[in-house]
Structure formats: structure tokens, C-alpha cells
């Protein structure tokens, strides 16, 4: 067993072998700040392209300006994006 690690520690994914999960937190705790930055900042760009891509499925007439005020809604909730972007109380769900 990986030094740290205990058969009760926590899983980061159920369907991963407990060595490959210790191999990965291994090599994410090698990573310098500006890395991780770098990691964050794509997971991040990739979460909300896929959550746009979601949105264009389920709304295929919606300008682009319509895709960021319903993600607006999603990532912020209703109340703080209708500040934000009014036109949102005129949108159909």
C-alpha cells in the first residue's frame, strides 16, 4: 500500500485502482502552483464549453448573447444573473 494511504482513506473515483489513484495524487502534489493553475483553468473552460454545448442542444435558436445569460443562471443562480441580465424574466425555461 502507498505510504499515507490507509484502506480506509476517502476514493476519488470508485471505478479507478486504488495504485492508479495514489499514482495521480502523487503526481498532483508534484505539480507547482502556476500548474495547477493551468489544470483549473482548463477543467474550467471545459466544464462551461461543455455546459454551452448542453445549452445549444436544448435551445438550437438561441443567439450566443441567449447561451450566456442561461449560463449565467446555472453558474450564478436565477436571483444574482437576473441582476445581471434582466432579459432573463422574459425567457422561456
Not at 42 to 47: C, E, H, I, L, T
Not at 54 to 64: C, E, H, K, N, V
Amino acid at each position: 500500500m502507498a505510504e499515507g494511504s490507509s484502506p480506509l482513506a476517502a476514493r476519488l473515483s470508485r471505478d479507478t485502482d486504488r495504485l492508479a489513484e495514489q499514482r495521480q495524487i502523487v503526481a498532483w502534489r508534484s505539480l507547482s502552483t502556476v500548474e495547477i493553475a493551468r489544470l483549473v483553468a482548463g477543467a474550467s473552460r471545459a466544464a462551461r464549453t461543455l455546459a454551452l454545448a448542453g445549452l445549444r442542444a436544448r435551445y438550437p435558436s438561441a443567439s450566443d448573447h441567449e447561451l450566456t445569460v442561461r449560463l449565467a443562471a446555472i453558474t450564478l443562480g436565477r436571483a444574482l444573473a437576473t441582476r445581471a441580465f434582466p432579459e432573463l424574466d422574459h425567457l422561456e425555461p
